[in-house]
């Protein structure tokens, strides 16, 4: 029995861990390091927008395989859609948000 409980329990821990790639999803992967070279997501807004820090979300930094930060990455449906990364300059590209829009376009225009 106590198995059971357990095993349901981590089961719904896992669920609830993957809620951030629901829908449309913009997550930031961060530090505190590389906060200024973040970019603003705001423009996002009707759509799940998170900012990960790797001091408290680490192991979804691991689950995710980030390498650079910051890093964005943009789901669907809980599938990775698009993946923009800092390099060892630590910087976004400029174009970063471009891309995001772009993609996100891609996504709505599939759906008629």
Request: charged share 25%.
């Amino acid at each position: 029995m106590r198995i059971w409980v357990i095993l349901l329990l981590f089961s719904f821990y896992n669920l609830n861990a993957q809620d951030f790639k629901e829908g449309i999803s913009i997550v930031q992967f961060s530090a505190p390091f590389t906060q200024e070279a973040e970019v603003s997501l705001k423009s996002f807004k009707r759509y799940n927008i998170y900012t990960f820090c790797i001091t408290e979300k680490g192991k979804i930094f691991d689950s995710e395989k980030i390498k650079y930060l910051p890093t964005v990455l943009v789901y669907h449906n809980n599938e990775e859609v698009l993946r923009i990364e800092s390099g060892i300059s630590l910087k976004l590209p400029e174009n970063t948000l471009d891309q995001i829009d772009k993609k996100i376009e891609q996504i709505i225009e599939s759906k008629f």
